[in-house]
């Protein structure tokens, strides 16, 4: 079982700046993929970026060239940074591990992007 816990999220400007945060338990996070998705009221929930445990990294075209996915196995935390945040950023962000082919979900973070 992994534990999955965000932090980070809040209200912010049109243009501003975020960082999410996700601390996952387990030995062996190096191995996990990890990902944040998005889902915004009334919409499904959508890739935002991932992290393969590799260290290749991929991106919705939504968001490439503002976001960028990092990890730091050290402290078994992936990050989110983003910049140039837009009102359709708004949404709950969640951090997503795949270990071994089992999903796993944090409980969310809100961002609001807003006047």
């Known amino acids: 079982q992994v534990q999955l816990a965000e932090s980070g999220g809040g209200l912010v400007q049109p243009g501003g700046s975020l960082r999410l945060s996700c601390v996952a338990s387990?030995?062996?996070?190096?191995?996990?993929?990890m990902g944040w998705y998005r889902q915004a009221s009334g919409k499904q929930r959508e890739l935002v970026a991932l992290?393969?445990?590799?260290?290749?990294?991929n991106y919705a075209d939504s968001v490439k060239g503002r976001f960028t996915i990092s990890r730091d196995n050290a402290k078994n935390t992936v990050y989110l940074q983003m910049n140039s945040l837009k009102p359709e950023d708004t949404a709950a962000y969640y951090c997503?591990?795949?270990?071994?082919?089992?999903?796993?979900w944090g409980k969310g973070t809100l961002v609001t992007v807003s006047l």
């Open positions: 997503n591990a795949v270990v071994y082919g089992t999903d796993y």
């Open positions: 387990g030995s062996m996070f190096s191995r996990y993929f």
């Open positions: 992290n393969t445990s590799s260290g290749s990294r």
